[in-house]
C-alpha cells in the first residue's frame, strides 16, 4: 500500500539553513547536510528545501548545496525558490534535485509549468500555491497571494490548483496562508477542496502544531503528504513520534 | 575478486548523478559514459532515466545507443533499467501515441490505472514509498535477483505516471500495489533486469538493490 509521505522543509538562505517566525529574526541554524542527515535518520519519507533568499546572486550556492545534500541522503529532494524559467528547473535538476517547485512564476507564466512537464515529466514539477480566504457575495473562497501572503491575484486557488494538474504538475505544494505560523492546524476546508478537485497529489502545509494536526490534514484534508518545518526544526516531534502517531491512528506511513 | 564496476548510460535523460552517488556508495568504481566501446565492454551496465517514453528512446537511437543496449543484453552482461530505463526494455509504450522501446522484455508499458479497484479516481503520478510485494503468479522467490537482500513489505520510493506489463508474467519479480493495481516494481529476464521504484532514493532498501545488482 502506498504510505502517506511526511515531509521537513527546510527554509534555506545563501546556502545555509534558517529559522525564523514568520520570516522575522531569521537565524542561521547550520549545516544543510547535517540537517538532512538528521531528518533521513528519523525517517523521513523525501526533504524539501526552500530558497527565500532566491536571488540571481545566490543560484550557484543554492545549486552547490542540493549537489552536496545529495551526496550524503538517497532520498527524494525537492527544490524550490526563484524558480523562473526552463534553465533554473535543468540546473537544480542536474545539481541533484529529483523535483522542482515552481511558485509565483507559474502565476506569470502558466505556460512555464506545460512546458516543464512536458520537458522533465509530470513527476519533477511541484507548483506550490499560496492561498488565502478573501470573503465575496456567495461567502467567501481561496485566492492565490504572492509576496509571502501580501499580494493578492484575483486568482482562484481552487481552480488554479485545477489547472495547474490539468498543465502537468505531479504535485501541489499548499500552504494557506491564514494557518501559517498559527500552530492551530492546517486549513482542512483548503486543503480537502484541492484534493477533491485534482488528480495531482496534494502535499499540505501551514499551520501543523500538534500530531493531531498531521493526522487532520492527511484523513479529514485528503492530502497525499504533509510538509512541517517548525515543528520538526524546533525539536518539537520527531519524523518519528509523527509516523508512529499516525499509524496508530490507522494512517499508513512508513515505519522504516 | 572481482572489483566493483559499473557503467551509467548518458544519453542526457535524467538523474545521473544520484544514480552514481548511490553506486559509490556501494563500493563501486563508476563511468558515466555516451561511447558504444566503452558500454560494450562494461561488467555490468545501468540505463537510468527521468522523462517521456518517446524522448527517451528518440535520444538513444541518435548516439545509435538502443543497439548498443541490445548488444550488451545479447551478450549476458547485466543490465539493469531504472524508471524510464527499465520501461524502455519493453517492446512498445502508449505513452503519446505507440512507441517502439527497446524489446528485450516483452511487454507493454501502459498507462497507471486511473481508476481504484474500488471505484475511487486515484492520484497521478504514483508517487511516495511502496511496498514490494510478491507478484500472484511471478518470480517464486527473489534469491539470485536485484532483490536478493530485499524482504517482502519493504518500501521503495516510486514517482511515475506510466507502468509496465510484461507479457510473460514470469518475468515479474514485484509488484507493489496502487489502488488495488498491481504494478510491475521489478521485472526481469536472464541477465536483464528493471526497477520502476528509484533505488538510489529509496535509502538502505534501495541501496540493496544496487548492491545485489553489482553482486551479478
Request: hydrophobic residues 45%; negative net charge; glycine residues 10%.
Amino acid at each position: 500500500m502506498l504510505s502517506k509521505r511526511i515531509i521537513p522543509c527546510l527554509d534555506v538562505a545563501h546556502g545555509r539553513v534558517v529559522k525564523g517566525v514568520q520570516f522575522v529574526d531569521i537565524i542561521d541554524a547550520g549545516d544543510p547536510v547535517e540537517a538532512a542527515i538528521k531528518y533521513d535518520e528519523q525517517g523521513a519519507d523525501e526533504l524539501c528545501f526552500l530558497d527565500i533568499r532566491a536571488s540571481h546572486e545566490s543560484r550557484d550556492t543554492l545549486y552547490h548545496m542540493v549537489t552536496e545534500v545529495a551526496e550524503h541522503v538517497f532520498m527524494p529532494l525537492t527544490v524550490g525558490g526563484g524558480v523562473k524559467a526552463l534553465g533554473d528547473i535543468e540546473n537544480l535538476l542536474h545539481a541533484g534535485a529529483d523535483k522542482v517547485s515552481i511558485n509565483t512564476a507559474a502565476l506569470f507564466t502558466p505556460e512555464l509549468v506545460k512546458n516543464a512537464a512536458e520537458r522533465f515529466g509530470s513527476s519533477t514539477i511541484v507548483v506550490a500555491i499560496d492561498a488565502k480566504r478573501v470573503e465575496d457575495e456567495n461567502g467567501g473562497h481561496w485566492e492565490c497571494f504572492t509576496h509571502g501572503g501580501r499580494k493578492p491575484t484575483g486568482i482562484n486557488a481552487v481552480e488554479w490548483a485545477k489547472k495547474m494538474s490539468d498543465f502537468g504538475a505531479g504535485e501541489i505544494l499548499l500552504t494557506s496562508m491564514d494557518a501559517d505560523g498559527t500552530k492551530a492546524g492546517y486549513d482542512i476546508p483548503l486543503t480537502r477542496a484541492v484534493a477533491d478537485a485534482i488528480t495531482a497529489n496534494v502535499i499540505a502545509s501551514g499551520g501543523v502544531g500538534t500530531l493531531e494536526h498531521m493526522a487532520e490534514g492527511l484523513s479529514a484534508g485528503r492530502a497525499d503528504a504533509v510538509l512541517a518545518a517548525s515543528i520538526f526544526h524546533f525539536g518539537t516531534f520527531t519524523i518519528r513520534q509523527t509516523k508512529e502517531f499516525l499509524a496508530a491512528r490507522g494512517i499508513p506511513v512508513r515505519l522504516a | 575478486m572481482k572489483p566493483l564496476e559499473v557503467t551509467l548510460i548518458d544519453y542526457g535523460m535524467g538523474n545521473l548523478l544520484s544514480v552514481r552517488r548511490a553506486m559509490e556508495h556501494c563500493g563501486a568504481t563508476v563511468t558515466v559514459t555516451a561511447e558504444v566501446d566503452a558500454i560494450l565492454t562494461a561488467p555490468r551496465v545501468v540505463l537510468p532515466g527521468v522523462g517521456a517514453f518517446a524522448d527517451g528512446m528518440a535520444e538513444l537511437r541518435t548516439l545509435g545507443l538502443d543497439a548498443t543496449v541490445r548488444q550488451v543484453a545479447a551478450k549476458g552482461t547485466p543490465l539493469l533499467g531504472i524508471c524510464l530505463g527499465m520501461q524502455m526494455l519493453l517492446d512498445e509504450s502508449e505513452e503519446f501515441g505507440i512507441t517502439d522501446g527497446l524489446g528485450l522484455i516483452p511487454g507493454r508499458v501502459v498507462p497507471v490505472p486511473r481508476i481504484s479497484t474500488q471505484g475511487k479516481p486515484q492520484r497521478i503520478p504514483h508517487i511516495g514509498w511502496n511496498e514490494l510485494v510478491v507478484p500472484p503468479q511471478g518470480c517464486v522467490d527473489w534469491v539470485g535477483t536485484v532483490l536478493h537482500e530485499v524482504r517482502p513489505n519493504d518500501a521503495v520510493y516510486f514517482v511515475h505516471s506510466f507502468m509496465a506489463c510484461p507479457s510473460n508474467p514470469a518475468h515479474r519479480i514485484a509488484d507493489c500495489l496502487y489502488g488495488g493495481h498491481p504494478i510491475a516494481a521489478a521485472i526481469g529476464k536472464g541477465n536483464v533486469f528493471g526497477c520502476q521504484f528509484h533505488p538510489e532514493k529509496s535509502g538502505e532498501i534501495g541501496l540493496k538493490v544496487l548492491m545485489s545488482f553489482l553482486s551479478q
